[in-house]
């Protein structure tokens, strides 16, 4: 990922945040050929523990997926999470000499991956994301017959990322101050995608 140092941001409690409050990753890495294989997928970000390298995420795919096979072979992979994003108007600009761009929030983890094999383990992995989404279905989940929980936990991949690298850009034109003002005015004017970005801005203290 481009990462000018502009838009580096250093806190990984901030990363941490946005990969949480953004749980559906792409997870990429290569395939047989070397060519780039991607598989979306929702990960459990833990709340609490280590931040950055040694932080462990949990997600799986379907055990027909291919990516498994990739990941066998080649554990280390990224997961990108992608946070808010809009377009930003030059009109934010108090002069007239400005082009348009585009703000956005990203992490992007470097992991390796572990397979997830034993049954409690995997079903322990299952509750984490259960509990992340859609905690009222816990208890019907304890409630279904173990053959039936057993043929599902069959169906998948249960993995592991343990991260190695943790890089967060944040994209809202911190190096262009003349800016702020008008840009938060603006985004806490538009949609969803923009007003996020505009709680981004007042969070980070740009405004």
Known sequence: MYLPPQF????????????????????????DEGFPFVTPLPIHVPADGPVGEGMVLLGHVARPNPHAAHLRARPQALLVFQGPQAYMTPRVYPDLARVPTWNYLMV???????????FDDKDRLLKHLIHDHDPAYAAQWR?????????????????????????????????RRESHAEMLRLYEQGGAQEQALAGWMRRLGLV
């Open 8 to 31: 580096a941001h250093p806190d990984p409690a901030v990363a941490r945040d946005l990969m949480r409050q953004h749980p559906f990753a792409q997870l990429v890495s290569t395939d």
């Open 108 to 118: 992007q983890a470097r992991v390796e991956a572990r397979f997830v094999e034993a």
């Open 143 to 175: 409630g279904l017959p173990e053959d039936f929980q057993t043929g599902l936990m069959k169906g998948i991949h249960a993995l592991e990322f343990r991260v190695l690298e943790l890089r967060c850009k944040v994209k809202l034109n911190q190096h």
